[in-house]
């Protein structure tokens, strides 16, 4: 198998309510994999664990090979995670373009490679093309979606 994703003993959770127990699952590297589940089955829970946005209190999270778990949340982005939730959480009043420049600074992305990102990353979705200049509160969710997929997609993952 090429070095995907591989997780191996993770516990994880929120505080004192352990979520995830002894969770072990590998994904090769290029694949396309669905996650499913019963509400309530740790599928975001573990998601966050992947991302860094949930702490991690035992097991392992490689990603190509490298050690993710004690990772910041940035260091992992740079190493080519990302998560599109359901909650958008775009800026509404921002366009489509603004979007996508606020996160890539967000995202310490270098000046001299934003615009060339936004546009890499809206390749896979030409119906916003038109839409680059008018603020997401306007476009459908699906659209508002759309943009969280090609916000992810900036950094490369």
């Known amino acids: 198998m090429i070095a995907g994703l591989s997780i191996s003993g993770l516990r994880a959770g929120y505080g004192e309510a352990e979520v995830l127990h002894d969770v072990s699952w ?4 290029g694949a396309l994999t669905v996650l499913t589940g ?39 982005r740079q ?4 998560y599109v939730p359901e909650a958008r959480d775009l800026f509404p009043n921002l366009t489509v373009w603004e979007n996508l420049r606020v996160a890539s600074r967000a995202w310490e992305i270098p000046r001299a490679e934003v615009a060339d990102r936004i546009v890499n990353a809206l390749e896979s979705f ?7 200049h008018t603020p997401v509160t306007l476009l459908s969710g699906g659209q508002q979606q759309l943009v969280c ?3 992810a997609l900036l950094t490369d993952p």
């Open 79 to 82: 190493a080519g995670v990302a």
């Open 126 to 132: 030409p119906q916003l093309d038109e839409k680059l």
């Open 38 to 76: 019963p509400n309530g089955a740790g599928k975001t829970t573990l998601l966050s664990a992947i991302t860094g946005s949930v702490e991690v209190t035992s097991g392992s999270i490689h990603l190509g090979g490298e050690a993710l778990e004690r990772s910041s949340m940035h260091a992992r």
């Open 26 to 29: 590998s994904v090769r590297a």
């Open 149 to 151: 997929i090609a916000r």
